[in-house]
């Protein structure tokens, strides 16, 4: 059996702050294959983006981070802080979100992308001006400063950047956010593009359910720090299992469909407070099919069914904990 490029087993980050521990990511188990895009999506402040930071050790060193983060085989938990620098981009890169906050203003796009590859020792043949073709954006632009560019192409060249040493996993953190629809679709077909021409595998993460439609060959959906519904991407996404998957492809707008245009049905209720979770499970108080039993009893994913690739935690599909 293939090792897979990244596995992730009971990770549990928690922040330190005034009012006590607040927990961010709550027993998250994922899995992503050579080659294979894996969609991560929820409403903001779900536990998306500290996942993603956690999986390279970028979050702040007061932060509890718990279980285990495999890079083909190995622990980045257990590493020495030289031995994860070593993976961060060269095996692993990631695509921040709001590029116009991450790239730096007084340095050219051209050297920022340089610096990554030169950090790891490495000298590509092509150098800066191949990413930039690569990415769409052409060679000229390696002179320009981040002020000269459009917000697409500040997000190509943040996606240069993530490609600059070969790595096997791209995380590509909200890659899309703030872009109109058009240069939105540009950038999907090009990761897409990229991902199929290099073999690489990504992780994916939105809060846009339609986006992972065009990209994603597995999607997770993610619930107050937990992943609560995972499956094949085109199954899934055809036909949610979850409540609170179901409500959340619900407040979307569906082409064609006057009816879900003019009255788009918003979830009930506020996500909780990570500081104040709810007993049992996390979504039971804005849950339209939600039993007493939901109010104190921990739930897991389980599998739906042997014939189908899809796993769901709730009391309705058997996801009572053992």
Known sequence: M????????????????????????????????????????????????TLALALLRLLPPTTKVTGSILFAGKDILTMRPGEVRAIRWAQASII???????????????????EASETHGMNRSGGVAELLEIV???????????HE??????????????????????????????LDVMIQA??????????????????????????LSQIADRVAIMYAGRVIEVGAGRDLLR?????????????????????SRRNPRGLVGDPPSP?????????????????????????VLKSVSKSMDRRVACLHFGGQSD
């Open 2 to 49: 293939t090792t897979p490029v990244l596995q992730v087993n009971e990770l549990q980050v928690s922040y330190h702050a005034h009012s006590g521990v607040v927990p961010a990511v709550r027993g998250v188990d994922l899995e992503i294959a050579h080659g294979e895009t894996l969609g991560l999506a929820g409403e903001s402040g779900c536990g998306k983006s």
């Open 96 to 114: 921040f979100q709001g590029a116009q906050h991450v790239l730096n203003p007084v340095r050219t796009i051209g050297r920022q992308i340089d």
């Open 136 to 146: 769409g954006l052409g060679a000229r632009r390696a002179k320009d400063y981040p």
């Open 149 to 178: 560019l459009s917000g697409g192409q500040k997000q190509r060249a943040l996606i240069a950047m993530a490609l600059a040493c070969d790595p096997m996993l791209i995380i590509a953190d909200e890659p899309t956010t703030a």
């Open 186 to 211: 540009q950038i999907l077909q090009m990761l897409e593009e990229i991902k199929r021409e290099r073999g690489l595998s990504m992780l994916f993460i939105t809060h846009d359910l339609s986006v």
């Open 239 to 259: 036909e949610f299992k979850h409540p609170y998957s179901i409500a959340l492809a619900a407040s979307f707008p569906v082409i064609g469909d006057t009816a």
């Open 275 to 299: 500081n104040d979770l709810p007993s049992g499970c996390a979504f039971h108080p804005r849950c339209s099919v939600a039993i007493e039993k939901c109010r104190s009893t921990d739930v």
